[in-house]
């Protein structure tokens, strides 16, 4: 089938290149013109695994063209809308893309459109444009709007995208819920060339969900705000944990053995960034309220989500007695392993805080560090993780990529000026660490120190 798709950022370009990989034309715009040339000459405007490759060979094979927004409209019969909605200083999302592209629609389009917010929107907001449409359009063009929220995980958007555990349509007439029916088929089957595995591993067939359009845009805040809010209570549980003593570790362990809870989500940390969860949780308060539902709920899982940034500095500060001249090694950059996202990264705000108390701060990320230093220009970015860590007088994990598990902790205690670790993703092997001589600090309680300096750390 002929699609469009609009934006070509985490969302629209996983979307153009998954959709093309199991057999639809696609045609993708982008209102960047830079990112645009950089997709039209082969180059890749964002890191994300595996997506490199699918774009290259569905270019390749005719299935995949870039180009802009006028030119998509007249193209695919279904339109995916998969710009930002990033969040206004009120906290409600800021829906002037999607506005924007609803215009060019109902300009430009002719004949039959299933237009599909795949952004992330606020209920409703289907509503809105389909009256948006019918106002604008100057031709005649006949349309049904319908909601396809989007699950994927930044770091793991293809994988997700292609094996999902749901697929959520939101459609208000059987056509449209029919067409998207037919578009994901191969997904829902499980029927296509997977690019990721020789033999994808056996799960459970996607449950395709339809649902009115209303409850499927509802559907995408309630879940990333109630995946939030997991994340605060285990953030408060690990504070509890500190101040009494026991281990968040096994308590984790403990609650997520209970199937009604799961393990997931579970870590406990400097709290959740990224493009999603944050804005998200506070757009969904903000359309609670303005249909009468106070979410004093979500509020406090944003509060406390935002003191995380200033005890986790706090804990270094406690360590190091003054940050002031103080060297600090940050590993880890990104909102969260396996993207160069830095949008509302906690590790960019414990960053900022520490240039801003006179430390200095020498980072490395696997991936995040080109667009960090656009955001940081104070920062120090360093080639590999033990050039960051030369002379620290600690080292401080703010994302939990893989690579920093595998370090040579001998080697890196040569180089630093002193042994301290402070892991704010509970993330590293704490044996490992104290048996190297570090002395390790984590969350809720977690740490470690080596016999000779076990003395000094109660201090
Ligand atoms: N990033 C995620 O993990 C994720 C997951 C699920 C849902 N979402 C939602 O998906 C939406 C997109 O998120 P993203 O992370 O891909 O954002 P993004 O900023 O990476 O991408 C949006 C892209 O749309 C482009 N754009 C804006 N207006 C345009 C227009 N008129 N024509 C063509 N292109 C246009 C922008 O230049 C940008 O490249 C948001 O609503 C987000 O909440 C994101």
Not at 240 to 261: F, Q, S, W
Not at 292 to 317: H, M, P, T, Y
Not at 328 to 334: E, N, P, S
């Amino acid at each position: 089938m002929r699609l469009s798709v609009i934006g070509a950022g985490y969302v629209g370009l996983t979307t153009a290149a998954c959709f093309a990989q199991i057999g639809h034309d696609v045609f993708c715009s982008e209102s960047d013109l830079d990112k645009l040339r950089k997709l039209q000459n082969g180059v890749m405007p964002i890191y994300e695994p595996h997506l490199q490759g699918i774009v290259t060979h569905a270019r390749e094979s005719g299935r995949l063209t870039f180009g802009e927004t006028d030119q998509t409209v007249e193209s695919g019969e279904t339109i995916f809308i998969c710009v930002g909605t990033p969040p206004l200083e009120n906290g409600d999302a800021d829906l002037s893309a999607i506005e924007g592209v609803a215009r060019v629609i109902a300009k430009r389009a002719r004949g039959y459109r299933l237009i599909v917010e795949k952004s992330t929107v606020p209920v409703q907001t289907g509503a809105q444009l389909r009256k948006h449409l019918a106002v604008h359009t100057t031709g005649k063009l006949d349309f049904d709007v319908a909601s396809n929220p989007e699950f994927l995980k930044e770091g793991t958007s293809v994988e997700d995208f292609l094996h999902p555990d749901r697929i959520v349509i939101g459609a208000d007439s059987p056509r449209a819920a029919n067409l998207l029916q037919e578009i994901y088929q191969p997904i829902i089957d499980q029927t296509f060339a997977c690019p990721i595995h020789s033999a994808c591993p056996p799960r459970p067939q996607p449950r395709f969900l339809v649902t009115d359009t209303s409850s499927a845009e509802i559907i995408k805040h309630a879940s990333n705000s109630f995946l939030a809010m997991k994340i605060s209570y285990i953030n408060m549980v690990a504070d509890l944990c500190e101040a009494t003593g026991a281990d968040i570790g096994k308590v984790a362990e403990g609650i997520g053995l209970d199937p009604r809870i799961g393990p997931d989500f579970l870590r406990p940390g400097i709290g959740f960034g990224g493009f999603c969860f944050p804005k998200d949780l506070q757009a969904f308060v903000r359309i609670a309220e303005k249909f009468g539902c106070d979410f004093a709920l979500l509020q406090e899982v944003a509060r406390i989500n935002q003191k995380r940034v200033s005890s986790f500095v706090e804990k270094i500060r406690k360590e190091l007695w003054v940050l002031r001249g103080k060297k600090i090694c940050v590993w880890g950059l990104a909102f969260k392993p396996n993207t160069d996202d830095v949008r509302f990264a906690p590790s960019l705000a414990v960053v900022r805080q520490l240039l801003a108390e006179g430390a200095s701060v020498r980072a490395y990320d696997p991936q995040a560090m080109e667009k960090a230093q656009r955001e940081v220009p104070e920062l120090t970015c360093c080639r590999d993780l033990y050039e960051a860590a030369r002379g620290a007088d600690a080292i401080v994990l703010l994302t939990e990529w893989e690579e920093f598990r595998r370090v040579d902790w001998k080697r890196l205690a040569g180089l630093v000026e002193r042994s301290l670790i402070v892991d704010g993703r509970n993330t590293l092997p704490r044996e490992d660490v104290t048996g190297h001589g570090f002395q390790y600090v984590g969350i809720g309680g977690v740490s470690g120190a080596p016999e000779l300096t076990r003395s000094l750390a109660s201090i």
